[in-house]
């Protein structure tokens, strides 16, 4: 099969490479779609390499047809159109998903679509409701509300009934995740959103907080959280330390949740896709709940993709498309 390769000097290359290969627990998927998400960007460092046992090649998620399956996988026949959620491997024209990581593509879904579900939607999914414990009416603060995260957790807390407010890197930016269900949002380069979120959270202050950003802006995240606030910390972006006094923590009852979902065990996440099926591929099909996509190349152009997610000017996912 063709995969996309770095090489030495960080240069993506569409090249031949081992053909994947299903365990009995796995299918075998002939992809035709895979996405970009910025975890990828920190692999193609060296700085995120994958769990153990997980494809040395880039990409978390894919959409296509399955061509085999494991002798212990009863879910799914050949040619089935699915996608999937992968510990890494999406990057190629052959791709291994263990049985409960698999999802049937949403109808009226195209592969490119379907591609950029998985990822995305698993982790707003786990971190909103799983982790925080989010509850219909609560306010929640969204941070990289254009993100690919972003854009899926905008849709679910407006879908689910929690109003959201966001940070993004531009006033367009905003209008968008206006547009998507956010009630508010603050251009993160003008100066601290604190005052803004603020006016959003009221007298009870902000219940829930997914956040992918870090040291940068915990300070802020804890005056923000109300009485028995959850803040989920998903990303870095902006720095793995900050000091911060434990006293407002305690008096508040705050919790800090860290949270990855690449290294869970595959039951976990398996329980994070079936909760999507059953709760949020209905409102795809629907129409409430949509892929936003900003971009599709071909997979052999897969350094100008990623240039695209790394100039940050993107809102929702980049899609690579596989021949
Ligand atoms: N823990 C997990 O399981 C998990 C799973 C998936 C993703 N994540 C994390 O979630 C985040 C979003 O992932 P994604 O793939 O959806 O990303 P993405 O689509 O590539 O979007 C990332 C966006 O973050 C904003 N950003 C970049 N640097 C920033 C900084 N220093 N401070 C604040 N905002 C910054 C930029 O938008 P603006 O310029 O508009 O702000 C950028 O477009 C990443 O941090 C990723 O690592 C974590």
């Known amino acids: 099969m063709k995969a996309v390769v770095v090489d030495e000097d960080n240069g993506l290359h569409w090249q031949d490479f081992e053909t994947a290969v299903a365990n009995p627990d796995e299918v075998l998927i ?3 779609a895979t996405a970009i998400n910025r975890a990828d960007l920190m692999q193609r460092q060296g700085f995120y390499p994958p769990p153990p046992g997980a494809s040395q090649i880039m990409g978390l998620e894919c959409a296509g047809e399955i061509v085999a399956i494991g002798g212990n996988c009863s879910r799914f026949a050949v040619g089935d159109r699915v996608c999937a959620l992968l510990a890494g491997g999406g990057y190629a024209q052959y791709a291994t998903a263990h049985e409960g990581s698999v999802l049937p593509i949403p109808g009226g879904l195209s592969f490119a679509e379907a591609a950029s579900l998985p990822e995305v939607f698993a982790t707003a999914w786990l971190n909103l409701f799983i982790e925080a414990g989010l509850q219909p009416g609560e306010k929640v603060i969204l941070h990289a509300g254009a993100s690919g995260v972003g854009t899926a957790a905008i849709q679910l807390c407006k ?3 929690s109003p959201s407010f966001i940070t993004a890197g531009s006033d367009d930016k905003i209008d968008s995740c206006i547009q998507l269900g956010a009630e508010a949002g603050f251009n993160r380069h003008q100066s601290s959103f604190l005052d803004k979120a603020k006016e959003f959270g009221g007298e009870s202050g902000i219940d829930v907080i997914l956040d992918p950003v870090g040291g940068a802006y ?7 959280l109300g009485l028995n606030g959850r ?10 330390r900050e000091e911060i006094d434990l006293a407002a923590l305690m008096m508040k ?5 860290g949270s990855t979902l690449r290294t869970r065990p595959v039951e976990e996440k398996a329980k994070v ?3 999507l099926y059953e709760r949020v591929w209905p409102k795809i099909e629907a129409g409430e709940i949509s892929a936003t996509i900003d971009a599709t190349f071909p997979i052999e152009k897969a350094d100008e993709a990623h240039e695209l997610v790394t100039s940050d000017a993107t809102l929702g996912k980049v899609v690579m498309s596989v021949i």
Request: overall charge positive; cysteine-free; aromatic content about 4%.
């Open 30 to 32: 002939k992809v035709h």
């Open 159 to 161: 879908s689910f009934g």
């Open 218 to 224: 915990l300070k802020d995240n804890l005056k923000l």
């Open 231 to 240: 803040l989920v910390m998903i990303g870095l972006m902006g720095g793995s």
């Open 253 to 257: 009852r705050i919790r800090v949740i």
């Open 273 to 275: 896709m079936s909760q």
